[in-house]
């Protein structure tokens, strides 16, 4: 049967740009950068004094636990991955959830030392709360058998793997491009990818083939 352009899959596509993203993350973070000094040095002079060391295991945490989630996440989103491997989606759905619950409480550490202090801090910990808050309605929904409940919250879950590249993307166009200072434009990259990941989903919901 010929595919019509509404069953066409971008799935392939958007699989291979976020396999690339998490490379990069890896890469960036593991090897390239493994102390973070780049990052660290635009917190010259915030008040709270930052606990390097610990800050920097909590960090590959969050990083790795990040990937973790990204990945997992992709793989349920698999065409039809629920009805032909149900046990394995089950499984790297629990995989996905546990990943969040991490990449969160590791947030919550690193919240208060925030780039752009308090105000980043909340934005940070608003984050933490909706996360959460969208990832257990998901998982309640398919506890309920409410399969197309269930998709919709995962893919508000899943929107939000994407801060970390939005407030980069927005930051870059902030400091580099429209010349604000680095703070600034990490501040307003957050509360804009936070606007975007909570959007996002409820634009692409009406064509969730999109992904599948
Ligand atoms: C799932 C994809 C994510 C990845 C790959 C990721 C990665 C990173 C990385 C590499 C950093 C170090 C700083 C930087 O280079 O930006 C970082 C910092 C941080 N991330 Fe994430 N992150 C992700 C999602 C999240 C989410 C969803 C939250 C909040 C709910 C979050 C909260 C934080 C916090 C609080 C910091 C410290 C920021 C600072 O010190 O200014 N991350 N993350």
Known sequence: ????????????????????????????????????????HHKAGQTRELQTKTWLTVLYLHVGFACVAMASGLLNFAARSYE???????????????SVFLVVLTSGYMAP????????????NLLNILWL????????????????QHRRWMIRSYAFCFTNLLIHLFT???HQLVDLPYITSYTIGLYAAMVLVLLAPEVIEPSTNALS
């Open 113 to 124: 030392y925030a780039t752009g202090g308090k105000i980043s801090s909340m934005g940070f």
């Open 1 to 40: 049967m010929t595919r019509t352009r509404r069953q066409l899959s971008f799935y392939p596509l958007i699989a291979g740009l976020i396999a690339l993203y998490l490379l990069y993350a890896l890469v960036q973070n593991f090897i390239v950068d493994p102390g973070a000094d780049t990052f660290i």
């Open 133 to 148: 808050v969208i990832t257990v309605t998901a998982l309640v929904h398919i506890r309920r058998k409410r399969i197309r």
């Open 172 to 174: 870059f166009v902030l």
């Open 84 to 98: 032909r491997h149900r046990r394995f989606h089950r499984l790297n759905g629990y995989i996905y959830i546990t």
